[in-house]
Each structure stands twice: as structure tokens, then as C-alpha cells.
């Protein structure tokens, strides 16, 4: 590996704590150099725990890595569920061997350094990574699958309203936590039902990190080029510009929440964006004809309000007049005060002109995958 060398990533995952204790990283560079670097930690934060498995660890976890164990597979990376000796499920990414893209190579070990950081009941947490023979990060296993498979999967019960405000509160948690609880701020880039992993009891777990940015303290956004996410889940800014900051993921979630509340896909077979269907339904107040048919009426209208208006806020075009998480947050709980969302009419005007199936579809003349593809330039993993 050229950016990090194999050893000092065994030492950073290994379960030897002294310089986690003392909140000191140590990695060496690519001429063997150390260095070292003060991480101070959010007091409410507790620290995550990491273990360096060996390879013949997930081998047999694995069965050899069988492929009736494989159960999700993307352009670079593919993810397999395994159990260990003791019992535990895991589930294991492993960077593909065909794959001798540098790029790839360096976004797989930034997810390491992104997602084994952070700790909280609505984030998947990782278990722990492996670097002999390969690439691989190891994490609990999610017997449930991904929101998105329960919600469009025909073979499986409807699910019922109860259950999908508790993901809808849990994962804007989760996404809070990213950009306001963590060491650094993280954008997570691909919010969406597919990367919404779930427990046993249905709390929701954000996952896949493989996009995900550090964003400093002192900047106010990132320019990323080229453009990598989800269709139908790209804010306007980060489409047009390569704007990339916290807006870009709160954009993202109002369309999950659109895609929780209706049960339809964020794009349909005739190409229309959820956010497009849903905007003259929201502006005209009829919220009841957002509501998954399938749910009936079986639902709680307080919430379905409370939801709905959050949503509204999240797809707005301006991203200053899109909320943060922690006021998504509070609108999706507590009392709405629609007046102090009210934008003046010039904005409003301005909101009408933008056509977000135009922008995402007849602008994108670079990538080779269409608009049903998951992504615009990287597969769907569960992980």
C-alpha cells in the first residue's frame, strides 16, 4: 500500500490502548517517519474499540469467502457475512483483488479513518479490519438488511407507520452526530435508504462510508470533483458546483424522508425524483396524499405534519434556507413554527425555477450508468 504502511494500520486497530488513552494517534508516513497528533474527544463520545483480525480469523468466518455468503457487491469492494468462532455475525468488506485502482485503494483506507472514529447507537460501528492478504473492514452484521430493501421489497410485510418514524428520528440522530458530535465534522456524501442499515429491533444504522468527507472546522464546505453520489439524492449545489457541506447530506435526508413517508423509489421508472413528485403535494398542504398507499390510513397525522414539513425544508434548492440537523431535529419532535421557515418571495420565486430531474439527468453527460443505477460513478454496498 502506498499511502499507509500495513504495520502502523495493525497498530492503529489493534486493542494496545496507551495512545488512545492518552488521546495520541501515532501513524508513520511513507518514509517510516512517526507522527504523532493530539486527538482531544468529545466528553460524551466514548471511546470505540477496534480489533486487528487476522486473515485466517475471517477465512473461516467466511467459509473461504463463499459465494452463498456474498451480499453486496460494488465496483471496488465486496461485502460478505461470516461468524466467528464465539458465535458473533460480522460482515466483511473486502477491497476486490481485480481492483488495482489507487484512488479506490486510498477512499477505502479513508473510510478506516472515518467510520473507525466514530461511536453512537445510530452509526454502524466497526468491529475492526484486517490488511493481510488484502484490504478489510469488519463490522457487526445487520440480519434485517437496509431500510431500502424493507421498504421496496414486495416479498416482505409492509411496514407499518410505527416503525418508520422511529428510523426516520434514529437516522437523522445518526446524521446529527456525524456533523455535530464527532472529533471532526463528517459528510457522509450518500444518505439513503440503501445505507440505512438495521438492528433487530428496526434502529436505524448509517452506514457505507465510502464517500464520506472530513470537513475542518475552519472551512465552510468542500469542492469535490468528480461528482459521486446517488441519483435523485444530489443537492442542487453539489451537482452544478462540486459544493460539498453539511446541507448536502441534510438535502439527501429529506429525500429518505420523502421516500419513508411515500414508500416510493427517490427515482421512478418514467425518471421523476421524488422531490419533484413531492413538492406541489407539500405546497399545496395535501400532505395525507404523500402517505404510503399500502399503510392506509393507519397513521399517526401529528407526525406525518411534522415529518412532511421537515422534508419540505430539507429539498429546498438554496441550501441557506435548508435547515441543520439539529433543527431538523426539533421540527420533526417538537412545534412547528412555520413562520420562521417562511422565505421571502424572491427566494420563493427563485425555488420554482429550479427542475431537479433536468438538472440531474440531462446534465449528466460524463457518466456511463443510468438514471436506475443506484449511483452515478460507484455500486451499491450494504456496507
Known amino acids: 500500500m502506498k499511502y499507509i504502511r500495513s504495520n502502523s494500520l495493525k497498530r492503529l486497530f489493534s486493542l494496545k490502548r496507551r495512545g488512545l488513552e492518552e488521546g495520541i494517534i501515532t501513524l508513520e ?49 465486496e461485502v460478505y457475512r461470516g461468524v466467528l468462532r464465539e458465535g458473533q455475525k ?54 434485517r438488511g437496509s431500510v431500502g430493501s424493507l421498504l421496496h421489497d414486495e416479498k416482505i410485510p409492509v411496514m407499518d407507520w410505527k416503525t418508520r418514524y422511529k428510523i426516520a428520528i434514529g437516522t437523522a440522530r445518526g446524521l446529527h452526530y456525524l456533523h455535530k458530535g464527532c472529533q471532526r465534522r463528517i459528510i457522509h ?5 440503501s445505507n440505512i442499515l438495521l438492528t433487530t429491533d428496526f434502529e436505524p444504522l448509517i452506514s457505507d462510508f465510502g464517500l464520506a468527507k472530513w470537513l475542518p472546522s475552519q472551512w465552510t464546505h468542500h469542492s469535490i470533483a468528480p461528482i459521486e453520489g446517488t441519483f ?28 419513508i413517508i411515500s414508500g416510493r423509489r427517490p427515482v421512478d421508472g418514467s425518471h421523476q425524483s421524488i422531490h419533484s ?22 397513521y399517526d397525522a401529528s407526525q406525518l405534519t411534522r415529518l412532511a414539513f421537515a422534508a419540505s425544508l430539507c429539498i429546498r434548492a438554496s441550501s441557506t434556507w435548508r435547515p441543520t440537523m439539529s433543527e431538523v431535529l426539533e421540527v420533526m419532535q417538537g412545534e412547528i413554527d412555520k413562520e420562521m421557515w417562511k422565505m421571502p418571495k424572491e427566494e420563493e420565486k427563485e425555488e420554482e425555477f429550479w427542475v431537479f430531474e433536468d438538472l440531474e439527468y440531462e446534465c449528466d453527460s460524463s457518466s456511463s450508468t443510468s438514471p436506475q443505477d443506484s449511483t452515478s460513478t460507484r455500486s451499491s454496498l450494504p456496507y
Open 29 to 77: 508516513d511513507n518514509n517510516g517517519i512517526s507522527n504523532s497528533k493530539f486527538v482531544q474527544e468529545p466528553e460524551h463520545s466514548p471511546r470505540p474499540a477496534w480489533k486487528c483480525f487476522s486473515y485466517q480469523e475471517i477465512f473461516e468466518a467466511t467459509n473461504a469467502f463463499s459465494s452463498e455468503n456474498l451480499v453486496g457487491q460494488g465496483g471496488y469492494a
Open 90 to 143: 460480522i460482515a466483511v468488506k473486502r477491497l476486490t483483488k481485480a481492483c488495482n485502482d489507487e484512488r479506490k485503494e486510498k477512499e477505502f483506507l479513508t473510510e478506516i479513518g472515518t467510520i473507525g472514529h466514530v461511536s453512537h447507537p445510530n452509526v454502524l460501528s466497526l468491529l475492526g479490519c484486517c490488511v493481510d492478504n488484502g484490504l478489510y473492514l469488519i463490522f457487526h452484521f445487520s440480519s
Open 189 to 193: 456524501r450518500d444518505i439513503k435508504s
Open 232 to 259: 435523485g439524492h444530489l443537492a442542487p449545489e453539489y451537482y452544478m458546483h462540486g459544493i460539498v457541506n453539511e446541507k448536502t447530506d441534510v438535502f439527501a435526508f429529506g429525500v429518505f424522508l420523502l421516500e
Open 277 to 298: 413528485w413531492a413538492k406541489p403535494i407539500l405546497k399545496q398542504g395535501e400532505i395525507a396524499k404523500l402517505v404510503d398507499p399500502r399503510v392506509g390510513g393507519a
